[in-house]
């Protein structure tokens, strides 16, 4: 089953555009986890057996991972065996090489990882995305225009033909024969959303940035949901998980969580 | 002692501008080593000892590592152990990520991983680089313009000032407080080297592109060393690593590393 009609399936299922990001932070552990030797593991299980009917998508950041050594491999690998298979998830790790190298990124995510989507960073232009995109059953999430203020440094300066992210989502929607590419477009930047939409029909957009960042959830679906009513993954990290230190840090997860895939839901049906 | 210090110790050490890439490939393994369950470490480490009076820094790609599992992890942890603490490594993983995140990878790489520098995609702009750049004894290589065909897809495209990776090479240059920043800069195309050094004064570029991708050493050199006859780093991988796939190919790799230094020795003293 590829990435698209996973997630396609997800969306259906659990009436869902929200992802959440499996971003554990040891320090913010609750008290009920932090004191055990697999706690970061224990947490994203917890999380993940709460959420899992809520979501239509996963997606650990390989930072939060790679932070904790080899045994942060092995949490992230446990991490994504106990996703429920019918969730997609997508691997952050926001990868960039060339043809060869980045072959081996893709069987680090794809294979060794076993996740279901990646995010690539475009800089590098045409031949260091191609690899992903031959993966034809996964997605591929390219950066486009990002939530944080450092966009403006590059990603929003004007090129011959517009802006820079412009420039990679129209590169993206060329390169995307296959339709497993996806673009990265943050939730702070809601003016965007209706001309990448435009651009690029039918290519799901994720969406980080509407939790702690702020971002404006209603003009995200008004302007960058697809003719399907879809198109958009939706991600929040702390805003899900760290809304309880409590014994019942799970089920506050569940409550915050339910509460954003609503707010979403109210966008979808009355921008619809 | 910082990233800088050491780098000019080993340039003036082991009078050689040239940094080994140490990606190996398991199906490149010679028969010597390929039996091993440790096939890769061992390889790596045969590499290093053959080479590491004729080099200046080494530089791992993670992606090498990453294909391989949690094994990879382990294995990329044992190599960086194994280069004597006098060259420096350089972690080539092209992170890129936002404040909080992109310090989860600065702990990655500096803390866990233990290298000295690390190449960063600069397309997210100012917050994704500064919490690399705070780690003020660590380097980081800003991917500049790069040795590959992709790199005409956007680092070469005309900006209001210039192209794209001119703008992040004036960017860097105001970015580099510490002085620990630098410039991955490919070998493919040297006609850019002037004008970047011309841009970013003391500042060190990595170079790929010199072996297999037959980029033109004397141009590099001429255009692109520092006043004090260096500030360059040009990176050789496949051409040292895969000599010879017979018994004695760390001597093979050897003899390749000491051609090319003195290939780059030649050109910085006609160039003088």
New interface residues.
Partial sequence: VTFRDKLAAAVVHNRSLLCVGL?PEPARLPAAVAGRDDGVLEFNRRIVDATCDLVCAYKP?F??Y?????R???TL?ATLSHIPSSVPTILDA??????N??E??A??AF???GADALTV?????????APFLARRDKGVFL?CL??????????T????DGP?YL??AQ?AQQWNQAGNAGLVVGATRPEAFSELRALAPGMPFLVPGVGAQGGDLDAVVRHGRDTDGAGLVINASRAVLYTSGGEDFAGAARRAAEELRAAIERCRATTG
Avoid at 94 to 99: F, H, L, R
Avoid at 121 to 129: F, S, T
């Fill in positions: 971003d950041n930072a939060f790679g932070s904790l050594g080899s942060g491999w092995a690998e926001k990868v960039s090489d060339i043809g190298t980045a081996h990124y069987r680090m294979d060794e990882l960073n475009p800089y590098m232009g045409r031949d260091a995305v950066l990002t939530s944080n203020p450092g966009a403006a440094d590059f990603e300066q004007a090129g011959a820079l420039r990679v590169q």
